[in-house]
């Protein structure tokens, strides 16, 4: 049986502890930070060319690096020297960062949909068949989701999802995300939803029914008080909590 209660009483970080002390997002020394303060860790992965799994946010590099290249184009070995501007880290590798945690903290996985996301989904699961600590993987994606319910059941799994109002989606698909009606065949573990969004209906039913239901990201010890209080949890960023 799945054990879920460490997804209520966490107090997880949004991409490690960044935006404290200079510490930039899914980088080593922010999980390192993390780990210190014993807050769990939220992270995102890519898959790159050649099939390497690395724990990074965007699809391609301009936002930290200001290179315009997507990392579904790139190889291990063409990224593994760049740094990010104006710091002295690297992108890592998911094998990388769960030998780094190794079970000191729990982990959430964002599975990003860029690439071949099939792919990408059995390589993360084949990574964490050497990983037996407390994880759980979520995604955007309601494939992703449903690839795990089909494949990996046995790992948490969690939708997120939000109102996509500034999404260039078809207006039908941000209805059909935004209300979450994939879920009755993903059938995830728990939702994740943007906080700026919520309350609202969707969330309310679910959690008639017995969701879990998270919040991201709380920038503020109130609003992270609130989501605790309100809902089940919310993952947090540019700040350090009391316990």
Known sequence: MKQLSWLKEAYITHRGLHGVDGLVENTRKSFTEAIKHGF???IDTNILKDGTVVVFHDKNLKRLFG??????????DELKTLKIAGTDET???LDEILLLVNGQVPLMIEIKPFGDKKRHAKAVNETLKKYPYEVAIQSYDPSIVYWFKRHAKEHIRGQISEY???SDMSNIMRKLLRRMVFNRLTKPDFINYRLEDMPNKYIDKARKKGMLILGY?????KTLSYARKAFD???FENFIPKK
């Open 91 to 93: 992108i890592p590798t």
């Open 217 to 221: 990201a709380a920038r503020s010890p």
């Open 233 to 235: 949890n919310a993952v």
């Open 164 to 166: 996509f109002t500034d």
């Open 40 to 42: 769990g860790i939220e």
């Open 67 to 76: 290179i315009d290249r997507a990392l579904k184009d790139l190889t291990y």
